[in-house]
Every structure is written in C-alpha cells, then in structure tokens.
C-alpha cells in the first residue's frame, strides 16, 4: 500500500511544472561533451574527451532523471558517470532529464538530442503521460517514435527502457494498459527493459525528500545501482565491439 501510494504521489509530483513548449535547437545542437539542463539548453561537461574516443549514453527522461531538487552530480546519470569511469568503459553520460515532461515533449526534442553520436539510449519516459490519463496506446507511440528516431540515426545504438507505473485510482484497465508498454517495446526492439525504476525507493521516506516524493541523494544512489545492474552489461559488450557511435 505504501509503495501504491507513493507511486501516486510521484506521479503528481512528476506533472508539477509544465511540459516545456516547442523549443529551438540549440546553436550547434547539443553537444555530446554536454549535460542538458532542466530547459533543454546543453552546458559543458568537464574534462570531455573527443567524440570517437567516448559514447554517449543519453539518459532521456522526466524530473526523476533530472535530479529535481538536487545538485545535477547527485542525479543517478552523473553516478552512473562515476560508475562507468570506475569500471574503465569508454562512455560518457548526457543526462537530459526534463521536469514535467510528457513522452509527446520528449519527442518533440529528440531530434536535436540524436545529433550526438549516441551510443546507448536509457528511455525513462511516460510518467507524466499517466498522471494525466492519456492513452497509453498514444504513449507507446510517442516513445516508439523516440525509438526509432534513435535506430535511424544511430543504427547500432543500443536501447534500455525504464519501467513505471500508473497511479492506481485510474482503474485496472488502464494500469495493467500502461504497464504493459514497457515491456511490449522491450520485445518489439529488442531493448533492455529495467521493469520499476524506482524499486526500492518508491514508498521509503528516508529515502525521498521533504516532498516524500522525489528520491533524495540515497535515493539516487539506489536508483543509479538499479540502472546499472541493466546497463552495465550493455556497456561491455558494446566497448567489445568498437568503434561506437
């Protein structure tokens, strides 16, 4: 029950700001030795290296990918940094997180995200799309979309999805509908599927912030474990099989 209503909460949280309108590309469109900050701009990272030593692994997702309320380094993306820099792969994470976000907003701005020599793709979409009560069908779509623009301009890109649920009081139809996405484009593509991104930290206050809803800096840590455990073996398969990008 605890986990439930936690899942509700987080979902509400999640739709707090607006989805961020029709953007323009960046000058340049993103960087690959860039971050993207919560409005879709691109700043530096640091210590970047050239493009055809590092592949991004582009981390396209809502507040929970972002770090709201964080310091972006406390986001699971930059441990996931720390992780794959400890393990001597050649990647270099991107988080493009944005807070509010639904699947059609992460869409609208692949484009531009995909001028970067992708490597892997973590696809943590769709919780904003449940709060809402949207389609899960339209969903699905969006974030095939998102899928397939990512295969076309990156045909050896690898994909991992990020589970979620939707908040229960919306019926069983439509979180059984909604939770079934995940794993049907898993499937349909091939992709890694990380079933809950949140387990283990959805409904465990000291493990979230003073909203109970949005993971605290352990809470990230949990998270950023759990991501790994599904991306790590992507990674060193992938560094196997060089050049990336």
């Not at 290296?49 to 809502?62: A, D, I, K, Q």
């Not at 995940?182 to 000291?206: K, M, N, Q, S, W």
């Not at 979230?208 to 992507?234: C, S």
Request: hydrophobic content about 45%; charged content about 20%; some cysteine.
């Amino acid at each position: 029950m605890r986990t439930i209503l936690a899942l509700i909460a987080l979902l509400v949280a999640c739709g707090d700001a607006p989805e961020p309108a029709d953007r323009a590309e960046p000058p340049g469109g993103a960087r690959a030795d860039a971050t993207v900050d919560a409005a879709g701009a691109a700043s530096p990272a640091t210590a970047a290296p050239t493009e055809t030593e590092r592949g991004v692994v582009l981390f396209l997702g809502t507040s929970l990918t972002a770090g709201y309320g964080l310091d972006p380094d406390d986001a699971y993306p930059a441990l996931i940094q720390a992780m794959i820099d400890s393990a001597g792969l050649p990647f270099r994470a991107v988080n493009a997180g944005v807070s509010g976000e639904t699947s059609a907003g992460a869409l609208r701005r692949i484009d531009w995200l995909l001028r970067q020599p992708v490597a892997v793709l973590v696809l943590e979409s769709g919780a904003n799309d449940g709060l809402r009560g949207q389609d899960p069908e339209r969903m699905k779509e969006n974030l095939r979309q998102i899928i397939e623009r990512t295969r076309a301009a990156h045909p050896n890109a690898r994909i991992v999805i990020a589970g979620m649920e939707a908040p229960p009081n919306l019926g069983e139809h439509y979180t059984s509908a909604f939770r079934a996405v995940f794993p049907d484009l898993a499937r349909e593509y091939d992709a890694v599927l990380i079933p809950f991104l949140l387990e283990g930290v959805a409904g465990v206050p000291e493990l979230n912030q003073a909203d109970g809803i949005h993971p605290t800096t352990e809470g990230q840590g949990i998270v950023a474990r759990t991501v790994w455990r599904h991306l790590e073996p992507v990674l060193r398969e992938m560094a196997m099989q060089r050049p990336i990008g």
